[in-house]
């Protein structure tokens, strides 16, 4: 009865650019030894010092169309006339070790996993408000002034999908940001559907 | 959009007398300032010291009676010749004010709480095995032989019902169990359904 089974979770989050997802998620990593992260496969030539495998599974048109076919990714897209996708045996395989995988995702592919994946648990990560995410945009001065508008819009739209998610978390204090997202997978870790029945354990 | 409408979470804690639930409860009110406790009505006589409205709400046979065709309780027993209940106007008072209410409260009235309140975040709080639930009994030293025996059946009857409850925690290590609750609290808090969508906030 009260034995786990040791199955990870698996984590999406999603939010804006500029709402401080990689930070959050890195620190929250470096506070978990028990998370890992998905490596996208993708059509698009290597950069120099990208590692197959490591920063991307490099793969040809045809072999992506295979797994495509085969139903082999979680989500896949395309982007600037190269296709993007999460392979799921890689991920399927660190969960079933117990490791809790984290897919840092933009929506629309993050639909796909949680209707592949119902077990899924969807966290939207967001800035307190479009005018705060501006302003980080601003201050982080790379962007151009086109580039900020397009990113302040594409953040609009993205806000109006955020109660498809399970949990919202309010970049407002980085500190309280990592408390809840490891909070979050404390919890989920501990949902009573990850326990199994047996007659020796109880 | 991104602003949290502050109602605090109810929160059912379960599980076998000797589980550890009151000390790790306690611990985890320490550590957050945002948990209150319901207090109880009862058709018993107050024993002294006992004050009404902190350690019972006390009420006559006909009082209560009232308060049950009113439904008035979020669950309500009987117990050696008395009744017990859950009022349930001072838990909404709290919630509303943005306080985590707990009750700990046992698997029957438990059930009725989800059925009343299917909002309410369900915790199963056990040890590792009945073995060990013997184990710490036999080592408090305060019940009989026959106790014993009685408090180990309950325990074998209450965790048949254990995957009723939304999330299991193993108190097998206490620092552990506290770090857990602790975390459900916090993540529910961050559930999607709490945060309100508002054309001035987004």
Redesign the interface.
């Known amino acids: 009865?009260?034995t786990?089974n040791n199955k990870g979770v698996l984590v999406i989050v999603s939010g804006p650019s500029g709402a401080g997802k990689s930070t959050i998620i890195s620190r929250v990593s470096q506070l978990r030894p028990d998370i890992r992260f998905s490596v996208s496969a993708t059509t698009r030539d290597p950069r120099p010092g990208e590692i197959d495998g490591v920063n991307y599974y490099f793969k040809t048109q045809e072999e992506f169309w295979e797994m495509i076919k085969l139903d082999a990714f979680l989500e896949h897209a395309e982007y600037v006339g190269n296709s993007y996708g999460t392979p799921a045996a890689p991920v399927d395989n660190d969960l079933a070790q117990g490791y809790n995988v984290i897919l840092d995702i933009e929506v629309q592919g993050a639909a796909q996993v949680m209707e592949k994946r119902p077990d899924a648990v969807s966290?939207?990560l967001?800035?307190?408000?479009?005018e705060e995410l501006e302003r980080r945009l601003r201050g982080r001065g790379t962007d151009t002034e086109e580039k900020i508008r397009d990113r302040l819009m594409a953040a609009?739209r993205e806000?109006s999908q955020?109660?498809k998610?399970?949990?919202?978390?309010?970049n407002d204090d980085a500190d309280t940001a990592v408390?809840?997202l490891?909070?979050?997978i404390?919890?989920?870790r501990?949902?009573?559907k990850y326990?199994l029945?047996g007659e020796n354990?109880?």
Chains 1, 2 share one sequence.
């Open positions: 009865m009260t786990r966290i939207f967001c800035p307190p408000s479009l609009h806000y955020a109660h998610y399970s949990y919202i978390i309010i408390r809840e490891d909070a979050i404390t919890a989920e501990c949902r009573s326990f029945e354990t109880l």
